[in-house]
């Protein structure tokens, strides 16, 4: 099994301010990406070097609401009031190339895995039956990317790269267990430390020089 970073996840509680709030911190503008039919929710999209890519998430106004939880927490209350005070990087997405034995091994921490698309990508992922962040956002949700279709390589060049993301959390040693487990090497980009409060941070190295993409409080 393998595991890597896939895209970091900035929710917000509009498209459009989430696009005004990232283009202001990194100097430029985000691409249109497309409508979640099942979750009820619509995205913009920013390429980040190295085949990753930045993600921002919002409920979508037009569509009807779903049957089930949205996923990334976005039906929580604490993620409302959160998005309240503006957009915040509340967390990150890592490819695998086996979902299902990872959700064999972590059952709890992957959640159910559903059978998604949008437009031509298709994607299984997984998601908590409540939506909620798997351990408060610090441990990834996971994609498996069907077929040789990824959105980054679709993504006009940024110049941005994602320098170093810091993941914080009481459980530090028991998720960085679970991520060694399922593949994720180690020497990447993602670090884990033991925290009193789970959080998640990255520095953005970007045409405005490093961008601190601040951690989100969800749960406060």
């Known amino acids: 099994m393998s595991l890597a970073l896939d895209h970091l996840v900035v929710a917000a509680r509009t498209l459009e301010e989430g696009a005004?709030?990232?283009?202001?911190?990194?100097?430029?503008?985000?691409?249109?990406?497309?409508?979640?039919?099942?979750?009820?929710?619509?995205?913009?999209?920013?390429?980040?070097?190295?085949?990753?890519y930045l993600e921002i998430i919002a409920i979508d106004?037009?569509?009807?609401?779903?049957?089930?939880?949205?996923?990334?927490?976005?039906?929580?209350?604490?993620?409302?009031?959160?998005?309240?005070?503006g957009p915040a990087l509340v967390h990150w997405v890592a490819r695998t190339d086996d979902i299902e034995a990872a959700r064999a091994r972590h059952p709890g921490l992957v959640g159910e895995v559903l059978a998604l698309s949008r437009g031509d990508y298709r994607w299984r992922i997984g998601v908590p039956p409540d939506g909620s962040l798997p351990a408060a956002g610090v441990f990834p949700t996971l994609i498996q990317w069907e077929g040789d279709r990824h959105p980054a390589a679709a993504l006009p060049p940024s110049g941005c790269r994602l320098h170093r993301l810091t993941l914080r959390s009481p459980e530090a040693r028991r998720l960085q267990s679970a991520l060694?487990?399922?593949?994720?090497?180690?020497?990447?980009?993602?670090?884990?430390?033991?925290?009193?409060?789970?959080?998640?941070?990255?520095?953005?190295?970007?045409?405005?020089?490093?961008?601190?993409?601040?951690?989100?409080?969800?749960?406060?």
Not at 63 to 80: Q, T, V
């Open 180 to 220: 060694r487990d399922l593949g994720l090497p180690e020497g990447g980009p993602a670090g884990l430390v033991e925290a009193e409060a789970a959080g998640i941070s990255a520095e953005i190295r970007s045409p405005r020089g490093v961008v601190l993409l601040p951690e989100s409080a969800v749960g406060e």
């Open 20 to 52: 005004r709030w990232l283009e202001a911190r990194l100097g430029v503008p985000t691409a249109a990406g497309g409508r979640h039919a099942l979750m009820g929710t619509h995205n913009r999209l920013l390429a980040l070097d190295g085949g990753a």
């Open 61 to 85: 106004p037009g569509a009807p609401a779903p049957s089930r939880a949205r996923w990334f927490g976005l039906d929580d209350p604490a993620m409302a009031r959160r998005l309240a005070t």
